[in-house]
């Protein structure tokens, strides 16, 4: 009977390292390997610049009246032109920024502050916990968004800061139910299991097992939110619920502009432009994101 010879693996060179890429790492050359992504995170960061540095990039202020210059069409004196008692509505434009990415931001924030933690303990915890919880957040998602955000608003009062507060709390149902359906499906893992079997207390599975396993799906959910939290102010904005004159806002300015659509369109143009641009630009980065985050991505 003849011996069978089994050639021997081959060896790795002994100066050659095994490098093993980080998921932040893996995720941010996904992202820059899509074009339309990394236009939006260029304009996101543009406009946030632009909000950050307006006492120093705005060209006029953005309150002061000029009655020489009333409905002045775009020239160079006023690259947007003017509005309806000689504002700049440029320098309007970019302080309005403030207005609307800080009630995305913040609103946001107030919604994951509210319903993560939330959310976390219903997937975790089950039980009544979860039941109530849950009806909870049938309850508010049975009512429209901005339906929502307007009453919390009307009932709060006319400001920015109310604004902000209303629009979170009417977001916070999106974030509880996201981070529920993850801790669902993650707590069933081998991993959290053979944590629990080593004796980890209860709040450092969830803070640590399962938290940090969950954030990606998060991540995603915090740019689109974003954009309907730019929306939702401008809106609230528009009915004077949100920033109050002669504060600029870009749902104010479209308000004050509905009444000079014929004689000075521009007035119209350019915060809507400044809408559509920022809510598309989150709506992009969202996708981008959605894709360069997800395991299953080559």
């Known amino acids: 009977m003849s011996a069978v010879t089994v050639p021997a693996p081959a060896l790795a060179p002994a100066n050659q ?19 339309a992504a990394m236009v939006a995170l260029a304009v996101i960061a543009v406009m ?17 009246q000029s009655w020489r ?25 970019i302080y309005g920024a403030r207005a609307s990415l800080s009630a995305g931001i913040i609103s946001v ?21 979860d039941a109530l919880l849950s009806r909870l957040t049938d309850a508010m998602l049975a009512v429209p968004f901005l ?15 109310n604004a902000m507060i209303a629009i979170g709390i009417t977001a916070t149902p999106i974030f509880l139910r996201l981070t529920r359906g993850q801790v669902l499906a993650v707590r069933a893992e081998d ?44 809106s609230l904005s528009f009915l004077g619920l949100g920033q109050q004159p002669p504060a600029p806002s870009w749902g104010s300015m479209l308000n004050t502009a509905q009444r000079f659509l ?30 360069a985050l997800d395991p299953r991505t080559k």
């Open 17 to 35: 390292t095994l490098v093993i890429e980080s998921p932040r790492r893996r995720a941010w050359r996904r992202l820059r390997r899509r074009p």
């Open 48 to 64: 946030i610049l632009a909000a950050l540095l307006a006492p120093w990039i705005a060209p006029y202020d953005p309150i002061q």
């Open 69 to 93: 210059a009333v409905r002045k069409a775009p020239s160079a004196a006023n690259w947007f032109g003017s509005d309806e008692v000689g504002r700049d509505i440029l320098s309007r434009v």
């Open 109 to 129: 924030g107030i919604a994951l502050g509210i319903g993560v933690p939330l959310g976390l303990a219903a997937g975790y915890l089950g039980g009544w916990t």
């Open 147 to 161: 339906i929502l955000a307007i009453a919390l608003a009307a009932f709060l009062g006319p400001s920015l800061t």
């Open 191 to 234: 991993y959290v299991e053979a944590a629990r079997a080593v004796g980890n207390p209860h709040w450092r599975i969830a803070l640590r097992h399962i938290l940090p396993n969950v954030m990606p799906p998060l991540i995603v959910q915090v740019t689109l939110t974003i954009a309907t939290a730019v929306i939702a102010e401008a």
């Open 262 to 291: 014929s004689q000075a369109p521009w007035m119209a143009v350019f915060p809507g432009l400044a809408i559509f641009v920022t809510v598309l630009a989150f709506n992009i980065l969202g996708d981008g994101l959605r894709d």
